[in-house]
């Protein structure tokens, strides 16, 4: 049980240092050598080793959320924009009694891709609300602009947004709305 709180915590940090790390790049207003963004995060942080921060990097650039230039500067790409845009849209957790619905029926990729694409979906919070079918009540536009940009799908994911009514009472009592 102490090995499973410990993974839990180091995945904590890891996305912390990961989060911080992206948003330390796109508040630059010059270009930085990776050392000096290296410093800053310790800083914000505190205790945290060069080497998890480097490891961050490396899978932050094989990833395609930053690119290297000259192989000491980071730059944040569009794919590192439109997650910190999904990571702020989900930290702010308002309902104005509209419902997100993605269909997920007519994606044209490889089927793993769509397992992966529903687990996804599924991690985020969205309920689904019937086959191919899936519900949420916030705003969640940057995450699905990620998972189109991250599947590259030959149809973006379809979506829409609807008013509250009475047939959307299970997803209200689900997500402990009123």
Known sequence: MDRRRKTRDQR???????ISFLKTISNLKKKIHVRNVVEKIQLKIGTLRKDRVIDTITHLEKDGYIKLERNVYPKLSKKGHVYLE??????KKYWDRRFRIVVTDNIETHPNNKIYLRTKIKEYGFLQF????????YPC??????LN?????K??????????????SLARKHFRLR
């Open 141 to 146: 536009d940057a995450f699905l602009e990620l």
């Open 149 to 153: 940009i991250e599947y590259t799908l």
């Open 86 to 91: 999904m990571i702020s849209q989900k930290q």
């Open 155 to 168: 149809t973006p994911l379809t979506h829409f947004t609807a008013q509250d009514n009475d047939s959307l």
């Open 130 to 137: 019937a086959r191919g079918l899936w519900i949420y009540p």
């Open 12 to 18: 904590a940090l890891q996305e912390e240092t990961l």
